[in-house]
């Protein structure tokens, strides 16, 4: 059973969070919520998830993926937290997956494990860098690296994790019975 961890903090964006918590389980992917400041933490939209875990607790070598859902203040804490960013790093070195939706692709370009083509949520590519941004895809897979534009992509994000570490047969099981098209 591939096994991912879902970085969060205050502010983070509840539909992507949820979505990809959501959609990874119902693939039977063992996710694990790993917080980046309190156990308790509350979303953009006053949402409060209870984390599985605090981050520094996460050791890398038992997870598949990393990934970090968007949202304000989260994305900045992502990218500022040193064990966020280790994590990031290590994932990379071990050839691990890492994925980032809405403006968490910042964080992994803090870290320096942002691959040449990726996606964000609209204006954060001028805080990243505009040389191999695409605006028109909601899902960009670029190696190991996945990154998505926003709320409205958040399925298409999640199922795309699925494809990449279930397969496609799992990915369209999932994708239909979640009626998606």
């Known amino acids: 059973m ?12 509840e539909i992507e969070t949820i979505s990809i918590i959501d959609i990874c389980r119902r693939a039977n992917i063992d996710v694990t ?17 209870i984390a599985d875990t605090m ?21 900045y804490t992502l ?3 040193k064990k966020v960013q280790e994590l990031l790093q290590v994932m990379k070195k071990n050839k691990k997956y890492i994925g980032a939706i809405c403006a968490a692709p910042f964080a992994l370009h803090t870290a320096g494990v ?14 990243i860098r505009e040389n191999g941004y695409d ?20 399925m298409s994000f ?19 019975a979640l009626l998606f098209n």
């Open 2 to 13: 591939p096994k991912i961890i879902v970085a969060i903090s205050n502010g983070f964006e």
């Open 55 to 75: 981050i520094d607790t996460i050791h890398p070598n038992e997870f598949d993926m990393i990934v970090l859902p968007g949202g304000l203040p989260n994305a």
């Open 33 to 49: 919520i790993a917080s980046a400041e309190n156990i308790a933490i509350v979303g953009a939209h006053n949402i409060t998830i």
């Open 135 to 154: 605006k028109n895809k909601n899902v960009v897979v670029d190696g190991k690296v996945i990154t998505s534009r926003g709320p409205g992509t958040a």
């Open 114 to 127: 942002l691959n040449q083509n990726y996606t964000c949520y609209p204006s954060f590519e001028k805080k």
């Open 79 to 81: 990218a500022d937290n």
């Open 158 to 176: 999640a199922l795309e994790i699925v494809n990449t570490l279930c397969g496609k047969e799992r990915y369209e099981e999932v994708k239909k």
